[in-house]
């Protein structure tokens, strides 16, 4: 039986859990079930292409529509409190989809320079193919004025930096766009909507990896950029004319679906749909539980000898504490931390049980990773140091587990 949400259901949780119930679903099943086809078939013709054309709603080819994807969609949408999302393969597609579609040679973006290793790495082949990028510390929003030119388009921040958790001045930075007419990207993932909803400080594009909190299990890989309907696209340049129809506040992410997304083929699948889609629907329960679990965490670490610094914006003596206690809910599951010189990394990490030494972020379980020599290896040792990395620098992504038995596993290592 449908409901109507806007006008029943207030709670981020309740939305989540019966946003499918909008629509009817087929046999009355209460999930969106996992259609696996690819292709649509019409009995007119001419209905087919009117779907093509965009004169009429439907399903044209799975590269682009789905009906669990769009199912998805539309929770992701309700999430974030936008207007419209795009669902993709990852998350890293979802932000070079973005790119490609809304950027040109000669363009230029502004972009935060605590950044996640692949998106760094993305945006550095960005400005080897013509686009100029910046990196800018984005904890200042002088920082990113600064290096705005004339030919800047974007500017593009994460809520909180992985992995040395530094906050982006994410309101004054909107602020900022919004008198410039930039577009201004947030990337929501480490933060993820239950935490904070980057609308709040007038982004114009979110992004979010679904791989990490709002799937949660480690189950799929998926990513989204959802339209907020704050910027103007009827004056932005590189929107293309066959782009320039109907409401301009869908201009951007209608060119990202039909432009990008088609010609790139960085789709997400049914199936991945699915489990984020019910992943999604514990977001809210998952996250408060990680949060509390890091604090524990790192209070546990900030008092340890054989830690020589902890980086989690909930300690009172984090340079961005201020901040994220007023645009967020809590804290997050993501922090890390150093050890003393005479602590050896590998045997520490080693001797966890509890905790598995493994690269996810946002899953159930508590995960730990020596940034320097994995996921930031590639970076090169220069570009780390001006990242403030250490060679000894543990990232822990917190769980769900019983936080007395996390912080025995710590102790033990540690022990030992």
Known sequence: IPILMDSLVKGFTTKIVHNDRQDAIEHGSLHKPIHANVAYGYADAKEL????QGEKSGYSYGRQVNPTITAFESKMTVMEDGIASVCFATGMAAIGTTMFSLLRAGDHLVSSAFLFGNTNSLFNTFDKMGIGVNFVDATSVAAVAAAVTEKTKMVFVETIANPRTQIADLQRIGEFCAQRGLVYVVDNTMTSPYLFQPKTVAASLVVNSLTKYIGGHGNALGGAVTEMGSYDWSGFTNIYPEYRRGEPQKWGITQIKKKGLRDFGASLGPEAAHHIAMGAETLALRVQRQSDNAMAMCHYLSNHPQV?????????????????????????????FELQPEVDLWQFLNRLQVIVKSSNLGDNRTLAIPVAHTIYFEMG?????????DESLVRISSGIEDIEDLLADLDEAFAR
């Open 49 to 52: 292409a009117a779907v093509f």
């Open 308 to 336: 020589k610094n902890v980086y989690y914006p909930g300690l009172s003596e984090h340079a961005q504490h201020a901040r994220a206690t007023e645009l967020f809910r809590a804290y997050g599951g993501m922090f890390s």
């Open 381 to 389: 040792a220069e570009r780390r140091a001006s990242m403030g990395i």
